[in-house]
Nanobody, 116 residues
Framework: VQLQASGGGLVQAGGYLRLSCAASGSIFSRRVMHWYRQAPGKQRESVATITSTGTTTYADFVKGRFTISGDNAKNTLYLQMDSLKPEDTAVYYC???????????WGQGTQVTVSS
């Protein structure tokens, strides 16, 4: 299983970015997919999750601002990030579960930097 995240960059507070995660094969439609992030000096934390049936969950700190979605035909996972804040600055990782809920496979990460 290979995951390739992209779409990070530098944006001003209040701006937006859309992250993409290209997945190998057709794993996307059969697995729980995640976005995590890790800020400098902090532990990696869950941001958003989507199941194979389309059910989504979000961390409280991104609810109402971020949207996770997927395109089965393109085997691509997305994270639309709106109303970005400086505290959203982190490396963002996409991840896939092997058969349960928690991630087993990780992408390489993409840097998101939000300036104040």
């Amino acid at each position: 299983v290979q995951l390739q995240a992209s779409g990070g960059g530098l944006v001003q507070a209040g701006g937006y970015l859309r992250l993409s995660c290209a997945a190998s094969g057709s794993i996307f439609s059969r697995r729980v997919m995640h976005w995590y992030r890790q800020a400098p000096g902090k532990q990696r934390e869950s941001v958003a999750t989507i199941t194979s049936t389309g059910t989504t969950t979000y961390a409280d700190f991104v609810k109402g601002r971020f949207t996770i979605s997927g395109d089965n035909a393109k085997n691509t996972l997305y994270l639309q990030m709106d109303s970005l804040k400086p505290e959203d600055t982190a490396v963002y990782y996409c991840a896939a579960a092997k058969g349960g809920w928690y991630p087993n496979y990780w992408g390489q990460g993409t840097q998101v930097t939000v300036s104040s």
